[in-house]
Nanobody
Framework: QLQLAESGGGLVQPGESLRLSCIPS????????IGWFRQAPGKEREAVAC????????YYADSVKGRFTISRDTIKNTVWLQLNSLEPEDTAVYYC????????????????WGQGTRVTVSS
């Protein structure tokens, strides 16, 4: 059973940056596409970014294009989400999720989820 753990969230001011990490317990992330989703209070969980198992294909929601960057390191068995130029609207709990090989923006496509890390952007 693949278990994922997110870290790196916190409280920052608008314009600042954070780097979120998604690390599996015991099991390799090889052959897994990793998606990042977020859920703000009172809102549906939405796709933010995804990276394919090969790392060659990435997806970004329009709201984060140019500000967020997803990357992965197969040796470190880690996926990162770099969050730059953060805005109050980015405040949410961020989740990473895994599915076989290819990216999807649909949360139901993902088999495994982490517990989330909270990002708060406030002045």
């Amino acid at each position: 059973q693949l278990q994922l753990a997110e870290s790196g969230g916190g409280l920052v001011q608008p314009g600042e940056s954070l780097r979120l990490s998604c690390i599996p317990s015991e099991v390799t992330l090889n052959y897994r596409a990793i998606g990042w989703f977020r859920q703000a209070p009172g809102k549906e969980r939405e796709a933010v970014a995804c990276i394919s198992s090969s790392g060659e294909i990435t997806y970004y929601a329009d709201s984060v294009k140019g500000r967020f960057t997803i990357s992965r390191d197969t040796i470190k068995n880690t996926v990162w989400l770099q969050l730059n130029s953060l805005e109050p609207e980015d405040t949410a709990v961020y989740y990473c999720a895994a599915q076989y090989l290819y990216c999807s923006a649909y949360r139901d496509s993902y088999d495994f989820w982490g517990q989330g890390t909270r990002v708060t952007v406030s002045s």
